[in-house]
């Protein structure tokens, strides 16, 4: 089941406290992106974040959940409807993502 924008739009609403939050379409489903660093993404219509250190200890009781078949679990973000919540989540999360991957020049 791809996730609808409709989902996407109601995440990108609750995410507006924060600058430089931006998606990209992959295979009907979301990747979210906050300042340039891959923080989870939308599949399903289910916010999943990445499973690092600050986010667990952030969200103690949030269920591990596979984005798809054969990928990685990812944690559950339960409270989308709390947008201080949220920013908290994704600023404590930032210095611990990996930064991207520089591109390869054809």
């Known amino acids: 089941m791809a996730s609808s ?15 430089d939050i931006t998606y990209r379409a992959m295979m009907g489903e979301f990747i979210i ?3 340039g660093k891959i ?14 250190k600050s986010a667990i200890s952030y969200m103690p009781a949030a269920s591990y959940e596979r984005p798809y078949d054969g990928a990685k679990e990812m ?3 339960d409270e ?5 919540f ?9 210095d611990e993502l990996p930064s991207p991957k520089a591109k390869k020049k054809k």
């Open 33 to 35: 992106y906050y300042r």
């Open 80 to 84: 989308v409807d709390n947008k201080e």
């Open 39 to 52: 923080i989870g993404g939308i599949y399903d219509d289910r916010l999943l974040i990445k499973p690092v």
């Open 5 to 19: 924008k409709e989902y996407l739009q109601f995440i990108l609403e609750q995410l507006s406290e924060l600058e």
């Open 75 to 77: 944690l559950l973000v």
């Open 86 to 94: 949220l920013a908290g989540l994704f600023r404590t999360m930032y």
